[in-house]
T-cell receptor, first 111, second 116 residues
Framework: QKEVEQDPGPLSVPEGAIVSLNCTYS??????FMWYRQYSRKGPELLMY????GNKEDGRFTAQVDKSSKYISLFIRDSQPSDSATYLC???????????FGSGTKLNVKP | GAVVSQHPSRVICKSGTSVKIECRSL??????MFWYRQFPKQSLMLMAT?????????EQGVEKDKFLINHASLTLSTLTVTSAHPEDSSFYIC????????????FGQGTRLTVV
């Protein structure tokens, strides 16, 4: 069983739609939960991170963590074509220590 | 913000040769760096943890004699793929956490290695 499972893509939505991206995990020791955005042939860029359970909002992005269910989500409101990328969830036991990544969900926001 | 620079961005080499990839933290000291590998349509998989001044720690299944890691200074870690084979063709990315500012871990731009 993989440490982190991520919903397979690709996901195609119209501009303005609400996007929901999800990951599940098996290691209860994970404390830090991150969402990265990766454009083709580039390194990942941090979007948001959350410590333990709860919600965090940053502009159009909302990250949710439910440790009891070992389930995390990223919501994108009013999606834009510029949001088209691969979104990776990542988790670690210690603060920005070695990460375990999901396989990524490719998002395409159509104008 | 802090930047991690990785070089080269793309390299093509012949089977049996060695390739060195550099990862530099440009404006912060990185006592630890992480090396990941990403195969097409797969996730980033941690290969090893590079520790300044000591031996690297390798993940299970990663051959330490094949993937040589050197972290000789607080701003530079290198990954050398020795005796490269076509199956080593992949996207290699380094990451360094900024432990002083404790803001995030920064990723290099990645290196696309193609072994022919």
């Amino acid at each position: 069983q993989k440490e982190v499972e991520q919903d397979p893509g690709p996901l195609s939505v119209p501009e303005g739609a609400i996007v929901s991206l999800n990951c599940t995990y098996s290691n209860s020791a994970f404390q830090y939960f991150m969402w990265y955005r990766q454009y083709s042939r580039k390194g990942p860029e941090l979007l948001m991170y959350t410590y333990s359970s709860g919600n965090k909002e940053d502009g159009r992005f909302t990250a949710q963590v439910d440790k009891s269910s070992k389930y995390i989500s990223l919501f994108i409101r009013d999606s834009q074509p510029s949001d088209s990328a691969t979104y990776l969830c990542a988790m670690s036991e210690k603060y920005f220590n070695k990460f375990y990544f999901g396989s990524g969900t490719k998002l395409n926001v159509k104008p | 913000g802090a930047v991690v620079s990785q070089h080269p961005s793309r390299v093509i080499c012949k089977s049996g040769t060695s390739v060195k990839i550099e990862c530099r933290s440009l404006d912060f000291q990185a006592t630890t760096m992480f090396w990941y590998r990403q195969f097409p349509k797969q996730s980033l998989m941690l290969m090893a943890t590079s520790n300044e001044g000591s031996k690297a720690t390798y993940e299970q299944g990663v051959e330490k004699d094949k993937f040589l890691i050197n972290h000789a200074s607080l701003t530079l870690s290198t990954l050398t793929v020795t005796s490269a084979h076509p199956e080593d063709s992949s996207f290699y990315i380094c990451s360094a956490p900024d432990r002083v500012e404790q803001t995030e871990a920064f990723f290099g731009q990645g290196t696309r290695l193609t072994v022919v």
